[in-house]
């Protein structure tokens, strides 16, 4: 069975600083792994998507990696902002379902 | 472009009342969809997912229901709700041409159950 871990479960680091956030996975099996964004009680947004045969994605600030073999992924933000604040997901399509993690929870201070 | 609309945004049910909850996709066509309950300290669950018009797969046995009566409108029912059932409920949506692809989601329904 797939587990996904997020390690922080919160962080708070002051405005400008890069964020650096965990996702490790037991079943290095996956198709893709997703990262998504939560605000307080909103919908979650797509950041990136990275599939098996990639090692990394870039949008804008933001830079994911993947290393199947270790069953890790990273997801680094750069230059924080306060917008940056919320609830980060990462989730892995193990067979054909997402699992997601618990989430780290982000606050950025001005 | 895609938007997904979920309705109600929120919703308080007498334990024993019936539910449906109603999702809809614009801008794709036969997308694969997805029921998630998000409850607290439960993290994301999944619950329904549907390749295509009537085909529903259940991913987790409970007292709730899915149903797909057209191509993107994706409804999550129940006859009587449990106290258990209150949680963040979100649909999403993925290009079904592409396999297993980036999912999207909505913006939820928050379900309390009294």
Known sequence: KQEVTQIPAALSVPEGENLVL?????????????????????????????????REQTSGRLNASLDKSSGRSTLYIAASQPGDSATYLCAVDSWGKLQFGAGTQVVVTP | SQTIHQWPATLVQPVGSPLSLE??????????????????GRGLQLL???VGIGQISSEVP??????????RQFILSSKKLLLSDSG????????????????????????TVL
């Open chain 2, 23 to 40: 999702c809809t996709v614009e801008g794709t066509s036969n997308p694969n969809l997805y029921w998630y309950r998000q409850a607290a």
């Open chain 1, 22 to 54: 965990n996702c490790s996975f037991t079943d290095s099996a996956i198709y893709n792994l997703q990262w998504f964004r939560q605000d307080p009680g909103k919908g979650l947004t797509s950041l990136l998507l990275i599939q098996s045969s990639q």
């Open chain 2, 88 to 111: 963040f409920y979100l649909c999403a949506w993925s290009v079904a041409a592409s396999g297993r692809g980036e999912q999207f989601f909505g913006p939820g329904t928050r379900l």
């Open chain 2, 62 to 71: 409970q007292n709730l229901s899915a149903s797909r009566p057209q191509d």
């Open chain 2, 48 to 50: 329904f997912y549907s």
